[in-house]
C-alpha cells in the first residue's frame, strides 16, 4: 500500500484548518514534482513558527501524499486535539526515554508500508537569529538508513512573518505569503552500507539540513550562512563571553 486512504479524522481536521489558512495566506508552493507519487518516502522540513506544522501540513495534504509527523507526546494529552492526532496516524515522541526508540520503529514500518513521515529535525523552533535552519538531530538519518527511502528536503517561509518565533501575537496584516519550496531527494548514497555510529548519523543529518538551507535561501532569496546554527555552541559561547567579562 503506497498511498494513505483520507480517512474520517483527516477530513475533519482538513475542514476545520484548511478555511482560515486560505483567508490567512496566500501560497507560493513550488517543486510538487519532487513528491514521490508511490512508495514511502520521508520530509525534512524547517521550524521557525508554532503555526508552520499546520501551514506545512495543508501543503501536504494538498499533495495527495497524507503526512505522518513526529510529534511531541505532549500534544497528544489533550482530549480532542490527541483523537485527532491519533485519528490521523500521527505518531508520539517522548524524548529521552524509551519510547522514543518505538517511535522511530513506527516511523520505520510506517515508510516500509509505503507511507510518508514527516521530520522537523531541529526538533523545536529554530533559535538562530536569523532564522536559518538549525543542527539537526538525528532521528531522521536513522530512519534513513534503515529505509533507504527517499528523503525529500523542504523549506517554508512566511508562518514565521504572521507569528514570529516564540511570538504570542499574530501580525494580521498585510496578508502573508506561505512559500514552500521541495528539492529532489537527499543524496545519500555514500553513506548506505555504513555502520550507524554517532558521527555517522551526524553527517547524514547535517547533509539533510545543508539541503533544506539551501531552499531555503531560494526561497527567501538571499546567501545562506555557512554551516549551520548549533546553539549548544552558542549557548558556551555566551557563557564564556560572561566568564570573561566577570
Not at 90 to 116: F, L
Not at 151 to 161: R, T
Request: glycine share 8%; with cysteine.
Amino acid at each position: 500500500m503506497s498511498r494513505r486512504r483520507i480517512g474520517f479524522w483527516y477530513r475533519l481536521a482538513a475542514a476545520i484548518a484548511k478555511p482560515p489558512l486560505i483567508v490567512l495566506f496566500k501560497r507560493d508552493w513550488r517543486g510538487m514534482e519532487n513528491i514521490p507519487a508511490e512508495g514511502g518516502f520521508l520530509t525534512a522540513v524547517n521550524h521557525n513558527s508554532y503555526l508552520d506544522p499546520l501551514l506545512y501540513a495543508h501543503f501536504q495534504y494538498n499533495t495527495g501524499r497524507l503526512p505522518r509527523f513526529l510529534a511531541k507526546a505532549a500534544l497528544f494529552k489533550p482530549f480532542f486535539v490527541g483523537t485527532v492526532m491519533r485519528g490521523t496516524g500521527q505518531i508520539p515522541v517522548v524524548r529521552a526515554s524509551a519510547d522514543a526508540a518505538a517511535a522511530y520503529r513506527s516511523a520505520v514500518e510506517a515508510v516500509n508500508k509505503g507511507e510518508c513521515v514527516a521530520f522537523y529535525p531541529e526538533g523545536t523552533l529554530t533559535r538562530d537569529p536569523d532564522q536559518w535552519p538549525m543542527v539537526g538531530k538525528t532521528g531522521v538519518a536513522r530512519v534513513a538508513l534503515l529505509t533507504r527511502a527517499p528523503v525529500i528536503p523542504i523549506a517554508q517561509w512566511g508562518a514565521n512573518e504572521f507569528l514570529p518565533p516564540y511570538a504570542k501575537k499574530p501580525s494580521f496584516l498585510p496578508r502573508k505569503t506561505h512559500r514552500v519550496l521541495v528539492g529532489p531527494p537527499v543524496d545519500l548514497g555514500a553513506w548506505y552500507g555504513k555502520e550507524p555510529t554517532a558521527e555517522v548519523l551526524r553527517e547524514v543529518t547535517g547533509a539533510i539540513m545543508s539541503d533544506v538551507k539551501q531552499l531555503l535561501a531560494d526561497v527567501r532569496g538571499i546567501p545562506a550562512p555557512d554551516g549551520l546554527y548549533d546553539p549548544r555552541k552558542a549557548a558556551k559561547g555566551t557563557a564564556a563571553d560572561g566568564e570573561g567579562a566577570a
